[in-house]
């Protein structure tokens, strides 16, 4: 025999259905951690991405040594990592005198390592180096636009494997409906050279055109940076194969209290609590009662207001 | 209308992607470059929005919303697609004969109090756990408790469903279909992963490990009484083996290679500088004068007598054959080693 455990808490049972494999997926989930060793600019870099996405990321904040994902080996307590923060997407970042300014930007499958790409950080500028209109301000976890500009990004095979991971990291949650009012920022990917790509985080100024159409205007809010290809693994093929499955079918929502009949058609049920008529409450009386105290008070024969009373008996 | 067609719009990301641009030449100052790549960004946000703003809103509170279609571009999933729910073995059975679920009224009369009841739960109706009195049958046996059979009956009908309810799991989890709240124990099958479940321990290692705990004794399990089937203790570990010094037929010459070649490493690392000039000037000045000391000593009769004198083996190994010859034939390599040394001692009294 055995043990069949299951969570005792609801919240606890809540939260490993949010960690089941979904028919439709919504959203991935980043990871950022470093390595034994970092630069100034890549904690700043690693900062700036964790605060682009938050809400849908989590960063390390301690040395990692055991983390080399190019090497067999290397990636145990990288997956570790992933499978314990439920995370799908991971940037590392590292610095050596070999790569300096290094950043690993991986994806993970069934919480085991699907690609890779290592990429150079140069010309970093980071957010606070920008001057603008705190109005154009991004909100927390809006959807962004993507642009991708260049011939690199679809001819060198490193640069399209590069345009697919960002997007992945940067298109942020799958949404069905969208707030035209929440579209306030946009990413820049430049193809400057074969290896070479130039990154910016922008707000959106949208100005009137005279038509249901707005003038879009970018202004830089930052990070920008150049990203230069280093290494790169493109997934195994059976792996990508697995990864790409999609259904047509879309997973149905149980309607409650509608059924269908063959003579009458669609049928709903609507239930009615109780009415509770000795519960009712009553409306508020405070007039007549303010006018037995009045009375009360005549009784009594103590008449403060006997000025009022007077005049309304002259009159 | 021309430009838009020319870009890619993935419109469920709200991604652009223009494959046609291309520097003719990097533009010198960075802020040329930055401002051009703007540009170019700009008219690809144009695009999307252009799409965007026409799609039809409905009003909400918060703004106009916007129903996007789904995603294009294709990018992996995150986990693998769940597996639909194997069938429990009643839910086989019912489809094999045609049975159909059929709802049930949520009350139900019952006769004993007259009144309507729950069907299931507290208080509720026709339990026969709340009858006093149980008729006699013809058929009972006696000396048998109706009351606690009763009992008993409930208990095992409990039983085998959890047992079916198990089997059912057991069935999903080979699938790899279990609920996601659910573990089982046993296996500790992960939530998502397909990591595989930890080995058990074989009738082997148990027994190695019970060996070893038994050595665990002042006489390191030596004296201990054996239970039936258990092995004896293991010795972890090597058992440090000299090799004879004494030369000899087999194992001797053994020894002697082993050092020769870890000498041999020693001075082949330092061969460079095997010749050096000082030391064997050194070296002939001392033998030098060891030997005028020697001879000067040989002159004096009397101090000779007394120091001890060495010989080298290979002398006496090569008289040993003559000491064998009164001994036995039989004999160990220190025999014949003391046989000999005794010989060269004999032989150096003769000398004199």
């Known amino acids: 025999m055995f043990e069949v455990r299951t969570p005792r808490t609801g919240k606890a049972r809540r939260a490993l259905e949010k960690r089941a494999p979904k028919l439709v997926e919504t959203g991935k989930k980043t990871l950022i951690l470093h390595g034994t060793k970092t630069s100034g600019v890549l904690n700043a870099v690693l900062t700036e991405i964790y605060h682009m ?109 590069l345009k697919e991971v960002l997007l992945d990291l940067l298109r942020g949650e799958v949404i069905e409906n969208l707030n035209l009012v929440g579209v306030d920022r946009a990413y820049v990917c430049t193809a400057i050279s074969s290896n070479r790509v130039f990154l910016s985080h922008c707000g959106l100024r949208l100005k009137k055109s005279g038509t249901k159409v707005p003038r879009m205007e970018l202004e830089e809010i930052g990070p920008s940076m150049d990203l230069v290809v280093r290494r790169h693994r493109l997934p195994n093929e059976s792996l990508q194969k697995e990864a790409m499955k999609t259904t047509r079918e879309k997973p149905k929502k149980k309607v409650k209290n509608v059924s269908k009949d063959a003579i009458e058609g669609k049928i709903g049920k609507i239930y009615m609590p109780d009415q509770k008529v000795g519960d009712v409450a009553l409306p508020n009386i405070a007039k007549g009662v303010k006018r037995e105290r009045r009375e009360a008070k005549l009784k009594n024969g103590e008449n403060k207001h006997a000025s009022k009373k007077l005049k309304e008996n002259s009159t | 209308m021309e430009t838009q067609k020319q870009f890619e719009i993935d419109f469920g990301n709200l991604m652009a992607f223009n494959p046609h641009h291309t520097f003719p030449s990097l533009p010198s100052s960075r802020e040329d470059l930055v401002k051009e790549c703007l540009e170019k960004g700009t008219e690809l946000v144009q695009a999307i929005a252009q799409k965007l703003f026409n799609l039809p809103s409905t009003e909400d509170v918060d ?29 086989v059975f019912a489809k094999a004969r045609g049975i159909k679920n059929r709802k049930k009224d949520k ?174 000037v050194n070296m002939y000045n001392v033998k030098k004068e060891k030997k005028r000391k020697y001879q000067k000593d040989k002159s004096s009769p009397t101090s000779s007598k007394l120091k001890p004198k060495t010989k080298p083996y290979k002398k006496g190994s090569s008289s040993s054959k003559k000491g064998s010859s009164f001994s036995n034939k039989g004999s160990s390599y220190s025999k014949k080693g003391s046989s000999s040394s005794n010989k060269g001692a004999s032989k150096k009294g003769k000398a004199k």
């Open chain 1, 53 to 161: 996405k938050k809400g849908s990321a989590v960063k390390f904040s301690r040395k990692n040594e055991n983390i080399k994902p190019f090497e067999s080996g290397g990636e145990t307590s990288l997956e570790f990592f992933l499978n314990r923060t439920d995370c799908s997407i991971f940037v590392f970042g590292s610095h050596s005198k070999k790569r300096p300014d290094n950043l690993v930007i991986g994806r993970a499958y069934d919480h085991h390592i699907y690609d890779l790409v290592e990429i150079g950080v140069e010309n970093f500028k980071p957010m606070e180096s920008f001057k603008y209109d705190k109005k154009l301000a991004p909100q927390i976890g809006s959807k962004p636009l993507i642009a991708f500009i260049g011939e690199g990004f679809e001819n060198v095979e490193e640069l399209k494997h």
């Open chain 2, 63 to 91: 703004g106009p919303l916007v129903k996007l279609p789904p995603p294009t571009t294709r990018l992996p999933r995150e986990k693998p697609l769940p597996k639909p729910k194997p069938p429990t073995k009643w839910e």
């Open chain 2, 107 to 280: 009350i139900e009369y019952d006769e004993p109090s007259g009144t309507w009841k729950r069907r299931y739960g507290y208080d509720r109706a026709n339990d026969e756990e709340n009858i006093p009195i149980i008729e006699a049958k013809m058929t009972d046996v006696p000396g048998e408790d109706p009351f606690a059979k009763r009992r008993t009956d409930k208990k095992n009908r409990v039983e085998k469903q959890e047992k079916n309810r198990q089997q059912n799991l057991k069935q999903a989890a080979k699938v790899g279909a279990l609920p996601s709240h659910v573990q089982l124990a046993a296996t500790g099958l992960p939530i998502t992963g397909t990591q595989a479940a930890p080995k058990k321990a074989t009738k082997d290692e148990l027994g190695n490990v019970a060996g070893l705990a038994a050595s665990a004794t002042a006489s390191g399990g030596k004296f201990d009484k054996k239970l039936p089937g258990e092995k004896p203790a293991q010795h972890k570990g090597k058992y440090r083996k000299f090799l004879p010094v004494v030369e000899g037929k087999g194992l001797g010459s053994q020894e002697r290679e082993q050092t020769e070649k870890v000498l041999n490493k020693l001075i082949s690392k330092n061969s460079h500088e095997i010749f050096n000039v000082d030391k064997a």
